[in-house]
């Protein structure tokens, strides 16, 4: 019998502020296993990090962004 995981979105104030940034740590995200898909809004003054989770947890993502040299934390809902 195959399950699927639900779908959930974790939104993180980050300090991934530009391009090189972005560039910096997309392999760490792009390579995270449970991680559907993820984008920075580097317009914003939080430059949110919207992360689609399909079995990465919170705190993976925390310590994934984090080894690549960013600050991160979760935002309020």
């Given at each position: 019998m195959h399950t699927n995981n639900e779908l959930k979105t974790f939104t993180f104030k980050t300090n991934i502020?530009?391009?090189g940034c972005?560039?910096?740590v997309s392999?760490?995200?792009d390579?995270?296993?449970g991680i559907s898909s993820w984008k920075v809004d580097t317009s914003t003054a939080d430059?949110?990090?919207t992360v689609i989770?399909?079995?990465?947890t919170e705190a993976t993502i925390i310590k994934?962004?984090?080894a690549s040299g960013f600050n991160i934390e979760p935002t309020k809902a």
């Open positions: 502020k530009c391009s972005v560039a910096k392999p760490a995200l390579n995270e296993p430059k949110t990090l989770s399909d079995g990465a994934t962004v984090k």
